[in-house]
Nanobody, 125 residues
Framework: QVQLVESGGGLVQAGESLRLSCAASGSTFSRYAMGWFRQTPGKERDFVATITGSGGSTVYEDSVKGRFTISRDNAKNTVYLQMNSLKPEDTAVYYC??????????????????WGQGTQVTVSS
């Protein structure tokens, strides 16, 4: 079992930055690949970024490449999402997720077994 708690969301203006954090507890964090997803009302949960358990491999959704960076600190059981040059279309609830197959940087939500409660990110124009 893994428990995940996100933090760091908020209201910012377009062009500004935010860093989301996701603290994990309950199991060996480095065994899990971690992902960030986002969801807006009435839409499916969309992939944003993922990182393998070792941190050696990352994958990004095309619209965030060059603006967002996923990273992890296995000593602190925490994964981060640094979001720069934010746009109004980045507005969503952001969720972190854990996939027990730590070497698999999956972009598909069903392949993640554990989810946080989400944190709201709102970008005003």
């Amino acid at each position: 079992q893994v428990q995940l708690v996100e933090s760091g969301g908020g209201l910012v203006q377009a062009g500004e930055s935010l860093r989301l954090s996701c603290a994990a507890s309950g199991s060996t964090f480095s065994r899990y690949a971690m992902g960030w997803f986002r969801q807006t009302p009435g839409k499916e949960r969309d992939f944003v970024a993922t990182i393998t358990g070792s941190g050696g491999s990352t994958v990004y959704e095309d619209s965030v490449k060059g603006r967002f960076t996923i990273s992890r600190d296995n000593a602190k059981n925490t994964v981060y999402l640094q979001m720069n040059s934010l746009k109004p279309e980045d507005t969503a609830v952001y969720y972190c997720a854990a996939n027990r197959w730590g070497t698999s940087p999956s972009t598909r939500a069903p392949q993640y077994q554990y989810w946080g409660q989400g944190t709201q990110v709102t970008v005003s124009s």
